[in-house]
């Protein structure tokens, strides 16, 4: 008799936790409603006041056995839970999340495709110098078969008394050499005032780690239609990356790509810490091309191979790689620049 008693029990549970259950959804949508006005009407979402209210009278009822402080922390839980439903109930994907677009994005430059399943090569010196030193880098990348070069003309360093580079000059001259040598160019543009002035002389903006979260740069990259390359921040959660690029698509600029470029850790073996992870979560939360910069998340010329190959095998869409000519003499990030005899073995071995 007390095992059926005991099922008989077990079964009024079962049925309490249902009624429960659709209580809670039915709260839930009334919370969402409500939310859905408050905003309309621009009235803060969380009113600590009522809360306080509610849980007080319903401490009063309560009649046990569960004492007043369950009871209250029960309730919190649920309040929490429906401020969250209000929060999310009604937000919209993502202009960069897969959820909004399953497909995978492809950036077009010219018949160069980034995103479309074969992955590409990019290489360039840290700073444009000179037009020699840019054109000796081009002809190797000629030589190599690589077809987009990236150089620095505008350079936001650490230190102000460090080379900033050559600004507009640095720009005309990767235009001429490009030109001469059939590449496509990248190069980081820091003032959103230069944004469409750079769009004549490049193919690609980038936008680099130290302006990641310049907001003003982002939304001036996303009211031209160049393609856009944006350097994950030094210590930029992948959330705050993509919330990024959000607001360049928010614009109305769709060609984003995004590079991982290594993250400030406590590590001292190298520059920074490559986030290989990033690559598949950011390949799994967005639609948008996945590249890595072995150059600046490393910077040992010695494990650029090994971190390219593991990139790709994540599923990177590309590699980009500093290249110079004579790097002991580069105005700047000398030791992790490749010469071009390194650079020819780099390339060999990440065919093999």
Same mark, same amino acid.
């Given at each position: 008799?007390?095992?059926?008693?005991?099922?008989?029990?077990?079964?009024?549970?079962?049925?309490?936790?249902?009624?429960?259950?659709?209580?809670?959804?039915?709260?839930?949508?009334?919370?969402?409603?409500?939310?859905?006005?408050?905003?309309?009407?621009?009235?803060?979402?969380?009113?600590?006041?009522?809360?306080?209210?509610?849980?007080?009278?319903?401490?009063?009822?309560?009649?046990?056995?569960?004492?007043?402080?369950?009871?209250?922390?029960?309730?919190?839980?649920?309040?929490?839970?429906?401020?969250?439903?209000?929060?999310?109930?009604?937000?919209?994907?993502?202009?960069?999340?897969?959820?909004?677009?399953?497909?995978?994005?492809?950036?077009?430059?010219?018949?160069?495709?980034?995103?479309?399943?074969?992955?590409?090569?990019?290489?360039?010196?840290?700073?444009?110098?000179?037009?020699?030193?840019?054109?000796?880098?081009?002809?190797?990348?000629?030589?190599?078969?690589?077809?987009?070069?990236?150089?620095?003309?505008?350079?936001?360093?650490?230190?102000?008394?460090?080379?900033?580079?050559?600004?507009?000059?640095? @720009?005309?001259? =990767?235009?001429? %050499?490009?030109?001469?040598? !059939?590449? &496509?160019? #990248?190069?980081?543009?820091?003032?959103? *005032?230069?944004?469409?002035?750079?769009?004549?002389?490049?193919?690609?903006?980038?936008?680099?780690?130290?302006?990641?979260?310049?907001?003003?740069?982002?939304?001036?990259?996303?009211?031209?239609?160049?393609?856009?390359?944006?350097?994950?921040?030094?210590?930029?959660?992948?959330?705050?990356?993509?919330?990024?690029?959000?607001?360049?698509?928010?614009?109305?600029?769709?060609?984003?790509?995004?590079?991982?470029?290594?993250?400030?850790?406590?590590?001292?073996?190298?520059?920074?810490?490559?986030?290989?992870?990033?690559?598949?979560?950011?390949?799994?939360?967005?639609? @948008?091309?996945? =590249?890595?910069? %072995?150059?600046?998340?490393? !910077?040992? &010329?010695? #494990?650029?191979?090994?971190?390219?190959? *593991?990139?790709?095998?994540?599923?990177?869409?590309?590699?980009?790689?500093?290249?110079?000519?004579?790097?002991?003499?580069?105005?700047?990030?000398?030791?992790?620049?490749?010469?071009?005899?390194?650079?020819?073995?780099?390339?060999?071995?990440?065919?093999?």
């Amino acid at each position: 008799m007390d095992q059926i008693y005991l099922e008989q029990l077990r079964g009024k549970l079962t049925g309490i936790n249902q009624q429960l259950l659709d209580l809670l959804s039915e709260r839930a949508q009334i919370a969402q409603e409500i939310g859905h006005l408050k905003e309309k009407h621009g009235i803060p979402g969380f009113d600590p006041v009522r809360e306080k209210q509610m849980l007080e009278e319903l401490v009063a009822r309560n009649t046990g056995p569960l004492d007043h402080e369950t009871i209250s922390q029960l309730f919190k839980q649920i309040f929490q839970a429906t401020m969250e439903s209000q929060r999310t109930g009604h937000k919209k994907p993502l202009l960069v999340s897969r959820k909004n677009q399953k497909a995978d994005t492809i950036v077009t430059l010219g018949d160069i495709t980034v995103g479309g399943g074969k992955p590409v090569l990019i290489a360039g010196p840290c700073s444009v110098e000179s037009y020699e030193q840019v054109r000796q880098v081009a002809a190797a990348l000629k030589q190599a078969g690589v077809t987009v070069m990236r150089g620095g003309a505008f350079k936001p360093r650490t230190s102000p008394y460090d080379f900033q580079g050559l600004g507009i000059e640095g @720009l005309k001259i =990767l235009k001429e %050499v490009a030109s001469e040598f !059939g590449l &496509k160019t #990248i190069s980081e543009i820091v003032d959103p *005032a230069h944004i469409e002035l750079a769009s004549e002389y490049i193919d690609v903006i980038q936008i680099g780690a130290r302006n990641m979260q310049n907001f003003e740069l982002l939304k001036a990259a996303g009211q031209v239609r160049t393609p856009i390359l944006l350097k994950r921040g030094l210590a930029a959660t992948i959330e705050e990356f993509l919330h990024a690029a959000e607001y360049i698509l928010a614009g109305g600029n769709t060609q984003v790509m995004l590079i991982e470029r290594g993250i400030r850790t406590y590590e001292k073996a190298t520059r920074n810490t490559l986030d290989i992870s990033a690559v598949p979560i950011l390949k799994q939360e967005s639609h @948008l091309p996945v =590249l890595v910069d %072995v150059t600046h998340s490393t !910077g040992r &010329k010695d #494990i650029f191979a090994p971190c390219a190959k *593991a990139a790709l095998a994540a599923g990177a869409d590309g590699i980009m790689v500093e290249v110079h000519p004579d790097p002991a003499t580069a105005l700047s990030d000398a030791a992790q620049q490749l010469n071009i005899e390194e650079f020819h073995r780099f390339h060999t071995e990440l065919q093999i």
